[in-house]
């Protein structure tokens, strides 16, 4: 399996694994978008084939965003979706990231365990947050190697 940077043909297949993850997917058209205004969007290919993708972004200057993460079914449970994660902490960390937020359905509880295993913590409830009514879970990751202090001469 490779991690490589989203190109405009995988858009087809990110729709078919967005739509088989999700009860409310992105349409192609908020994909593209979120992909031009600089958000990092990277796939998961295995044999030519992409099976997983996260999109990311930095929303303020020191804290990161992931906006969504999937993997294709048949593909789950083989460390994609950890790899994916790591890929995009890692960037983060380069860019001086000092915390990482995401916004998960209250219910979806595989997802939860998912990325309390990757270290992040559920930090707050969000009341109605999707668009049938489901509040969203807030979770947060703190980046350890983050530092804003300069080295002293």
Request: hydrophobic share 40%; with cysteine; glycine share 6%.
């Amino acid at each position: 399996m490779i991690i490589r940077e989203f190109k405009r043909p995988d858009i087809k297949r990110i729709l078919e694994i967005e739509t088989a993850a999700f009860d409310d997917p992105y349409p192609s058209s908020i994909l593209i978008d979120i992909y031009n205004l600089g958000a990092g969007f990277l796939v998961a290919q295995q044999n030519n084939m992409v099976v997983g993708y996260i999109i990311f972004w930095i929303r303020y200057e020191d804290e990161g965003h992931i906006i969504s993460l999937a993997v294709d079914r048949k593909y789950r449970r083989k460390s994609i979706g950890s790899q994916l994660v790591d890929y995009a902490v890692n960037i983060f960390a380069k860019c001086n990231v000092k915390d990482i937020k995401l916004e998960v359905r209250i219910g979806n509880k595989g997802a939860r365990k998912f990325y309390r295993e990757l270290g992040f913590e559920e930090k707050k409830f969000l009341e109605n947050y999707y668009e049938d009514g489901e509040d969203a879970v807030i979770m947060k990751k703190a980046l350890k190697s983050y530092s804003r202090d300069l080295p002293k001469d």
